[in-house]
């Protein structure tokens, strides 16, 4: 099992960046799928969730309304569009999996997911 993430770079605020992650070796439509983030020092952090279908969604106070998680089932990749950057945002951008059934709700506790990406830095500067 494979999640690789990329999209991650250096940001003005304001900006926007858009991440993604590509999975392998799970029946990715049987998964519901997130991302997590941790700054420098801080703990690690909810950022959005989608469920199997897609039908649900989820984020963190702190990015609401700014960043938009979507899915693509055919190319098993999840994607994370974040707008209007600021410097809190700037963080090491986790991407995780874990497989649920289909009445399962969104799940923002880390310790539940299953696999997890490497990791991508988004850092958001002046």
């Known amino acids: 099992v494979q999640l690789q993430a990329s999209g991650g770079g250096l940001v003005q605020v304001g900006g926007s960046l858009k991440l993604s992650c590509a999975a392998s070796?799970?029946?990715?439509?049987?998964?519901?799928l997130a991302w997590f983030r941790q700054g420098p020092g801080k703990e690690r952090e909810f950022v959005a969730a989608?469920?199997?279908?897609?039908?649900?969604?989820s984020y963190g106070d702190s990015v609401k309304g700014r960043f938009t998680i979507s899915r693509d089932n055919d190319k098993k990749t999840v994607h994370l569009q974040m707008n209007s950057l600021t410097h809190e945002d700037t963080a090491n951008y986790y991407c995780?999996?874990?497989?649920?059934?289909?009445?399962?709700?969104?799940?923002?506790?880390?310790?539940?997911?299953?696999?997890w990406g490497q990791g991508t830095q988004v850092t958001v500067s002046s």
């Open positions: 070796g799970i029946s990715f439509s049987r998964y519901q």
């Open positions: 989608i469920t199997r279908s897609g039908g649900t969604t």
């Open positions: 995780a999996a874990v497989s649920t059934i289909l009445s399962v709700g969104i799940i923002t506790t880390p310790t539940k997911y299953t696999y």
